[in-house]
């Protein structure tokens, strides 16, 4: 069994993603091996430690996953090789919830 850290190994920081911050949606980069039920209790676990109070913890409502195939790189002419394939999750959270803690 994987811990939550191994689970969850990155927040995404791009353009879509800050905008979709606005509507209560996060997206990590998640393993490549993790269903949706266990990166929605790694998400919670992770950020629902030290809240004493009920009201203070996360509830994942919803979680959609994208697998990222790698792009083959290119020097001149030959193919120098490839990047690694990936797994991308999109976290929504109840309404009026947000994470505090994620870059930008």
Known sequence: MKTPEQIVLAPVLTEKS?????EGRYVFFVHKDANKLEIARAIEAIYNRGKKKEKDKIKVVDVNVINVKGK???RGRQPAGKRPD???AII???PGQFLEDIGA
Do not use: Y
């Not at 800050?18 to 606005?22: A, G, P, S, V, W």
């Open 18 to 22: 800050i905008r979709l911050k606005e």
């Open 92 to 94: 929504t959270l109840a």
């Open 72 to 74: 083959t790189v290119q």
């Open 86 to 88: 990936r797994k991308k």
